[in-house]
C-alpha cells in the first residue's frame, strides 16, 4: 500500500506540481482546493488536531469534521476550532453534500464582496 497525501492548495498549478513529485515517489496524491472533510479517529494525528492545522494556516478553507466516535464534547470542540460543520457516521451522502455546500456557498459569498469592498464606494 502505497501513503496518501492530501494536498490542499487554491493554486491548481501549484498542486499539479506537487501531484507529479510526490507520484514520482511513490505518493498516493488526493487534492482539494476548496473543502477539507476530516476523519476525528484516525492514527497518528487526530481530525481534531488537524482542523486546528488547517485553521491555522487557512482560515477561511471550509473544513467538516466527521466521525463515528462523538458526541457534544467533540462537537463543541470542533466549532471552537472553526469546523464549518459536524457531520457524525454513519450518515447520509445527501446530508454530507447538504453540509459541504454550506460553507462553500459562504466562501464564495464572501469572495464575491470582497471587490465591492475594495472599490472605494460607500454604495
Not at 470542540?77 to 455546500?101: H, M, N, T
Request: with cysteine; net charge positive.
Amino acid at each position: 500500500m502505497r501513503p496518501r497525501v492530501l494536498v490542499v492548495d487554491d493554486d491548481p498549478g501549484m498542486r499539479a506540481i506537487l501531484r507529479e513529485f510526490l507520484a514520482r515517489e511513490g505518493f498516493e496524491v488526493a487534492e482539494e482546493s476548496s473543502v477539507v472533510i476530516l476523519d476525528n479517529r484516525m492514527p497518528g494525528l487526530k481530525g481534531v488536531d488537524a482542523l486546528a492545522l488547517v485553521r491555522s494556516r487557512w482560515p477561511e478553507l471550509p473544513a467538516m469534521l466527521t466521525t463515528a466516535f462523538g458526541g457534544p464534547r467533540v462537537e463543541e470542540q470542533a466549532r471552537r476550532l472553526g469546523a464549518a460543520c459536524y457531520v457524525e457516521k454513519p450518515f447520509r451522502v445527501s446530508e454530507l453534500i447538504v453540509q459541504l455546500k454550506r460553507p462553500t456557498a459562504r466562501r464564495d459569498t464572501r469572495a464575491a464582496r470582497a471587490p465591492e469592498r475594495d472599490s472605494g464606494t460607500d454604495g
